[in-house]
């Protein structure tokens, strides 16, 4: 029996998605994907509020959200909104949720990071084929999730202040790009890391997954040259010194780089190629899903009841 549709929407501190579906045998399935790079963490300040012309842009992303719900024909009560990061920490957070409620209709869930990393790790077993213990890394805008899980058993979890968009304004602002701006990434991440990096490598793990827009870029790059899509610390090293060979921000002789993911690219590459040294990885498969997936999963399952 197909059930009606409904919308999961996660507001993250780069990208705002929403994913649409039906509950088909016991599962949700995906009817619509929507997305836009809102880069929301870019406009916060000094002063720790997020500016109005990245607030108005987030809004504007919502405004087509709303628009698409009233194609799918999606009732208030079938949606869920759920915000990350750059919503967790900027001072003017309920002034972006008063904005947005007559749009969407719906109030934002603002989450922790623990519970972000939770249905980062929902979303990634329900979309992943694998055994043994896995390492999940998911690298957003403004925060990165570390979850070591077995199965459906989940062992560690953590989330720490860092991301491709706020290492991008920390470390990669100035052009042309320096390799002491890569070290200078690498010996934040590694300060950041703190306790969990010894935590980590207690656990250990089988494989490692990355669940976020910095993988998948790589993965994205990678296959549109034939190569394999496994990331490995080769591949890394490449890319880096291709970003080190430009001298403007658009990144546009990287053969296979979709321009949306130019701007943070090299920040991306910079925080995976810190943890694939500091924590002694080997080689990194993309996900089937994330944090919007595990949204998705638990609405489903909301509406079963």
């Not at 916060?44 to 087509?64: H, P, T, W």
């Not at 089937?288 to 489903?300: C, D, H, I, P, T």
Request: charged letters at 20%; one cysteine or more.
């Amino acid at each position: 029996m197909q059930t009606p549709a409904y919308a999961a929407i996660t507001l993250g501190s780069n990208s705002f998605n929403m994913l649409v579906a039906t509950t088909v045998a016991g599962k949700p399935r995906v009817e619509a994907k929507y997305k836009r790079k809102v880069r929301l963490a870019e406009g916060i300040g000094c002063d720790g509020m997020l500016s109005e012309s990245v607030m108005q842009r987030g809004l504007d992303c919502l405004a087509m959200f709303a628009e698409m719900l009233s194609r799918h024909h999606i009732a208030a009560e079938n949606v869920a909104v759920v915000a990350t990061a750059t919503l967790r920490a900027i001072t003017n957070a309920d002034e972006f949720k008063s904005r947005a409620l007559p749009i969407l209709g719906i109030p934002i869930e603002v989450i922790c990071g623990m519970r972000e990393a939770e249905l980062i790790y929902r979303g990634m077993v329900a979309t992943t084929v694998g055994d043994g213990r896995r390492l999940v890394i998911d690298i957003g805008g403004a925060s990165t999730e570390f979850i070591v899980g077995d199965g459906d058993k989940l062992l560690f979890k953590t989330s720490l202040p860092m991301g491709c968009v706020t290492f991008k304004k920390l470390f990669f602002t100035d052009l042309p790009l320096q390799e002491r701006d890569f070290d200078d990434a690498e010996a934040e991440v590694h300060r950041i890391l703190g306790p969990a990096e010894a935590e980590l490598k207690r656990l250990g793990w089988h494989t490692v997954v990355g669940a976020s827009g910095t993988v998948q870029s790589v993965v994205e790059l990678l296959g549109h040259r034939g190569e394999s899509q496994v990331i490995t610390l080769a591949v890394l090293e490449g890319l880096k010194r291709e970003i080190l060979l430009h001298e403007d921000a658009s990144l546009l002789g990287i053969h296979g780089l979709c321009p949306e993911r130019a701007p943070t690219f090299a920040a991306g590459i910079a925080i995976l190629l810190a943890l694939f040294r500091l924590l002694g990885l080997e080689n990194l498969s993309l996900s089937g899903g994330a944090l919007r997936e595990g949204v998705l999963l638990e609405l489903s399952q909301k509406l079963l009841d």
